[in-house]
Structure formats: structure tokens, C-alpha cells
């Protein structure tokens, strides 16, 4: 079974400042993983995936992440944190062939000015 | 493209009324699925479809939910009778290849 695991529930930065979001993933098979934010009362945008191409994908709003298979893990990561970066973010999971998503609990991203 | 469409954006009910959320999916898209989003438990897949016939209900919580997909174009996820535990936001999600979904905007459901 495919499991991913938030490592922070809350992540706080000051605008400018890099930001890191961490996922560990658990999957029996070469996993597809992707990043969906959500800002308040709206639904969920996807963010980047990584679908076994290249190990470091490049998502929108100048966010990236990379797959280490050794470490199974999938962190996001962006340069430099906005004030409209501030959202809720979701580390997902899907294994080969048609599997569920399965989300993470979400990090919270505050971002003060 | 308008994206996924959910109505309503918001519902109150009150108890042991019945709630119906409607939800049509991106032209072209063969999957679609419903989600409940609450702070107890996070995001749940309730259901999910591909081509119009219900796949995996495995996640419907009780017999009080039901969902149908009578054509690509809608979706209708109906709770009968509603009950306050069912308050949360509901989700529509469709695909192509079921895996990176697009989202609706969600509903948000209150039962008094």
C-alpha cells in the first residue's frame, strides 16, 4: 500500500526566505507523487507531479521538488517564499497503474512579511 | 476551459433534510471523484467513476450517501437524510488518466 508522510504540520518563513516542505513517501511500486496546494476556502491546484522522468520536477509559482528514491522522499522546496504562498500544501501518492491518490495530512505555509 | 463546476458553493440544512451537490466535470475528462474534506480526517475519496459507472465506493461512509453519473457532463452526490457529523467540505475532482485530477472549487456543507 502507497502512504505518504507530512513531516510538519505548520511551516513558517518570512517573505523572501527559502521554504521547504517535507514528504516521505511509502509505496511498493515506483510511485507517481505530486504536490497540490490549497489556499483558504478554494479548492485544490496541482502543483507539480513526478511521474518517473526527470528526479527534479519543476511545478508552478516557482516551486520544485525532487525525488530521492534513496531517502523515499519528496520534498518542496521554492527560493524565495510570497506573501501569496501562504496555503495549505499536500504531499500525494500513486502507484503504477490505476491506484488511488492518497494525500498527506498537508503543511500549513505562514508567511509574515 | 471553466474547470470542474460544483454547486452549490455553499449548503445549510438542517437535520434529516436531504442535500444534493452537483458537480460537472472538464469536457473530456473520464474520471471523476468525490472527496470530503474535514479537519478530523483530512481529504477522503468518498467514490470515484470512470466513463460514467462507479468503480470504487468504498469509501462512501453509509448507506445515508449516494452518488450517480448519468451522463460525462454531471454528477450528482446526494446525503438522505443529512445528519451534522456529514458537515464538510465536498470536493469534485476529474481526470484523463486518473491520476493528476483537477479540483472543483468544493462545497461547503453545513447540517444544524
Known amino acids: 500500500a502507497q502512504s505518504v508522510t507530512q513531516l510538519d504540520s505548520h511551516v513558517s518563513v518570512s517573505e523572501g526566505t527559502p521554504v521547504l516542505l517535507r514528504c516521505n513517501y511509502s509505496s511498493s511500486y515506483s510511485p507517481s507523487l505530486f504536490w497540490y496546494v490549497q489556499h483558504p476556502n478554494k479548492g485544490l491546484q496541482l502543483l507539480l507531479k513526478?511521474?518517473?522522468?526527470?528526479?527534479l520536477v519543476k511545478g508552478i509559482n516557482g516551486f520544485e521538488a525532487e525525488f530521492k528514491k534513496s531517502e523515499t522522499s519528496f520534498h518542496l522546496t521554492k527560493p524565495s517564499a510570497h506573501m501569496s504562498d501562504a496555503a495549505e500544501y499536500f504531499c500525494?501518492?500513486?502507484?503504477?497503474?490505476?491506484?488511488?491518490?492518497?494525500f498527506g495530512t498537508g503543511t500549513r505555509l505562514l508567511v509574515s512579511p | 476551459d471553466a474547470g470542474v463546476i460544483q454547486s452549490p458553493r455553499h449548503e445549510v440544512t438542517e437535520m434529516g433534510q436531504e442535500v444534493t451537490l452537483r458537480c460537472k466535470p472538464i469536457?473530456?475528462?473520464?474520471?471523476l471523484f468525490w472527496y470530503r474534506q474535514t479537519m478530523m480526517r483530512g481529504l477522503e475519496l468518498l467514490i470515484y467513476f470512470n466513463n460514467n459507472v462507479p468503480i470504487d465506493d468504498s469509501g462512501m461512509p453509509e448507506d445515508r450517501f449516494s452518488a450517480k453519473m448519468p451522463n460525462a457532463s454531471f454528477s450528482t452526490l446526494k446525503i438522505q437524510p443529512s445528519e451534522p457529523r456529514d458537515s464538510a467540505v465536498y470536493f469534485c475532482?476529474?481526470?484523463?488518466?486518473?491520476?493528476?485530477?483537477?479540483f472543483g472549487p468544493g462545497t461547503r456543507l453545513t447540517v444544524t
Open positions: 500525494v501518492v500513486s502507484g503504477t497503474g490505476f491506484q488511488k491518490l492518497v
Open positions: 469536457s473530456g475528462h473520464d474520471y
Open positions: 513526478y511521474t518517473s522522468a526527470a528526479t
Open positions: 475532482a476529474s481526470s484523463v488518466d486518473s491520476r493528476e485530477q483537477y
